[in-house]
């Protein structure tokens, strides 16, 4: 038998939580303003509310494609934050639904700093890893620069 070898490139664990973590404070934010809906909506794993498209004929395509886009972008949301492991959903809802601070969270996780350090960046990965399969939805991950990859 023939064995198949997948390219695959190093993520970078710390940059890809960061990238997450910038996304899920400014990027999804934006995205709930523009499709009309508030942050504290994505706390439930369903929205019934959600609207599903424009009711109005708008010249301007690029609103249409920002308003497209920022709803594929929460859609993505609502699919993955469900599927995250336990520990990953409580810290993406208390961080960035609720807005506590991270010392807060690390407080009621029960966790020191460091150990809560090395959770959340899991968690954040996780997240990574789950949203990229979204339709419409970007890759947060970051990448370690290698030799045997091409950079495009």
Known sequence: MRQIKLLSRDVDLIKTAEN?????????????????????????????????????????????????????????FQRVYPKCNVIARKIIKCRYLEDMDNNDVMALLGYEHSRYAEIKRNALNEFADRYEMQPGCPDLHAYKKSGNIPER
């Open 20 to 76: 997450v973590d910038a996304f899920l404070t400014y990027g999804l934010e934006k995205a709930v303003r523009v499709i009309n809906i508030s942050i504290t909506d994505l706390k439930s794993p369903s929205l019934d509310g959600l609207p599903k498209a424009p009711t109005f004929s708008n010249a301007l395509e690029d609103k249409m494609v920002q308003y497209i886009d920022s709803r594929n972008l929460v859609e993505g």
